[in-house]
């Protein structure tokens, strides 16, 4: 209890740097005791004036970050929620980057050694010092020997202690929700299942395995696109608390100048940014939720390299046909085609009318047709989308709120590799293609495959179904003997029909 509320007089203080006791007065339901206990609290802790000037989603950012590894989390958690916070601090939070000194190479090599039972020479050749470092892990560059070649590799190693650490911190985080809830009116916007989702977010960040397995995952998925490459993963050399990948030879997305310097094609890049996101998306239902500048790398021909799985995102296959029927949709300015998908699929009641919900979504679709290419955002669309929706009692899937997140990065990032770049046009053939193949004879047949395969899977049950129909006619003849005297042959044409029919599903 006594390091809850010493927990509690560091947040405040931090929130008192920033100035965002003024933004959280509003929701307290005991505004001026809350005053008067905050300021005493941060008595000695003055504002930034530097920072009071910012806007509130860069002022919330900058204090998370200060307050530590789970509070980094949770904003880019909450960035993924503008149903909650709102888009502008939504959009904000998105931003965050939780950049934190290294800690040394001595320790890294030692928690290496620890983790996979071997001396550091044994493992990795040229062990570099830390070349980058954020809240929960560390990456150093290394070689190994592979088949006779030597490979450079990135190691991602966990911080000593963090999971002790976290899980603290998340603990205090609950007992705060807990105790704020009492005095404010922060209950409405769920804030216990903000830090529970936050914990299961992490647990995954805190076991490099999952990472590993999330590359290989996409890996496997992008395997046929030439433009979008994942470094292998070297599993011989992956535990809990480190992860070994290949390197990338590539130069980072947000070196912009240097890509103009030396003649990198980064407008392909920017097409090929958003083809592949919507592949991800759409096609494989399985997509890079984290595709900031940070985590990308270009190479002359202006294919994409991609790092850091941590954050990933899955769409079933309904919200994958879902969201390619919204943007091809507004392409064709066609909606009420919109509408009657979201009808269809569900996402609005049925006691609403369509062409109402056609009407709303025209709203949004007209004011952006005679705009120029480069001030639509279809990332922008979906905000607005789903802001409508909620006039029309929709509710929205965690994960398609971290489908629009990842899209505005994802805009973001292709137009400052090409600020005229035609989101609509380049996405266009992408969505025309799967829609056909999605709608097509041959997805058709392959589902039809697919449904008697899962039936054939049920034949080891055939003889005790034909043994208990038995049972059951023999029943009835013997109840209706003299009555039905049909019966019996009847009994084992029903059987023999049976058992052609789970012969033919096996066979097909």
């Known amino acids: ?23 959280i007065s509003s929701s307290i339901r005991f505004k001026i005791l809350f005053r008067i206990f905050t300021e005493i609290i941060a008595i000695g ?44 601090i939504a959009e904000d939070l998105s931003l965050l980057r939780d950049n934190l000194p290294p800690f040394s190479q001595s320790e890294a090599i030692k928690i290496i050694e620890s983790e996979l039972g071997n001396k550091i020479e044994a493992i990795f050749q040229n062990f570099s010092k830390p070349i980058a470092a954020a809240s929960i892990a560390q990456v150093h560059y290394g070689e190994i020997v592979e088949g006779g070649k030597t490979i450079s590799v990135a190691v991602k190693v966990l911080r000593p202690n963090i999971d002790t650490i976290i899980y603290q911190e998340m603990e205090r985080l609950e007992w705060l929700t807990s105790f704020m809830e009492n005095f404010s009116e922060f209950k409405r916007l769920r804030p216990k299942s903000i830090i529970q989702k936050a914990k299961e977010v992490i647990k995954f960040e805190l076991d490099l395995r999952y990472e590993a397995a999330a590359a290989s995952e996409l890996s496997e ?8 490459y ?35 094609n980064i407008k392909k890049s920017a097409s090929n940014l958003i083809v592949n996101f919507l592949r991800q998306a759409i096609r494989d239902g399985y997509f890079h939720a984290d595709l900031h500048q940070g985590n990308l790398f270009l190479n002359k021909e202006g294919n994409l390299l991609a790092v850091d799985f941590g954050i990933m995102g899955r769409l079933d296959k309904k919200n994958r046909k879902y969201l390619a029927e919204i943007i091809y949709g507004f392409i064709r300015q066609d909606y009420l085609h919109i509408a009657k998908i979201h009808k269809e699929a569900g996402l609005i009641d049925n006691n609403v009318s369509t062409e109402d919900f056609s009407q709303a979504l025209r709203s949004i679709g007209e004011p952006i047709i005679n705009q120029k290419a480069k001030n639509i955002s279809m990332g922008n669309v979906l905000v607005q989308l789903f802001d409508i929706t909620k006039q029309f009692n929709m509710s929205l899937q965690p994960q398609l709120l971290l489908l629009q997140k990842t899209m505005i990065t994802v805009e973001g990032v292709a137009r400052k590799l090409d600020p005229e770049i035609n989101f609509w046009d380049v996405s266009k ?12 004879i ?14 054939s899977r049920t034949m080891p049950d055939i003889p005790d179904f034909i043994s208990r129909a038995d049972l059951a006619f023999e029943t009835i003849v013997n109840n209706d003997q003299g009555k039905h005297g049909s019966i019996s042959s009847l009994k084992y044409y029903v059987l023999l029909s049976a058992v052609a029919i789970f012969g033919l599903i096996y066979f097909l």
């Not at 010493?6 to 100035?19: G, P, T």
């Not at 009071?52 to 590894?69: C, H, M, Q, T, Y």
């Not at 058709?444 to 039936?455: D, G, H, P, V």
């Open 1 to 23: 209890m006594i390091n809850n509320f010493f927990f509690l007089i560091k947040i405040i203080r931090v929130f008192k740097r920033h100035a965002l006791l003024n933004l």
């Open 45 to 88: 802790t003055f504002k930034d004036q530097t920072i009071s000037k910012e806007k509130n989603g860069i002022r919330i950012a900058k204090a998370l970050n200060e307050l530590g590894p789970s509070f980094v989390k949770l904003g880019q958690l909450i960035s993924t929620r503008p149903d909650i916070v709102g888009n502008e």
């Open 221 to 228: 998925n992008t395997k046929i696109d030439e433009t979008f």
């Open 230 to 264: 994942v470094p292998k993963i070297y599993w011989e050399k992956v535990s809990k608390r480190v992860l070994t990948m290949e390197k990338v030879n590539g130069t980072p997305a947000d070196k912009i100048k240097k890509l103009i310097d030396n003649n990198f």
């Open 429 to 440: 053939p992408e969505i025309e293609k799967w829609l056909k193949d999605e709608l097509g």
């Open 442 to 455: 041959k997805n058709r047949l392959k589902q039809t495959q697919e449904a008697l395969e899962a039936l």
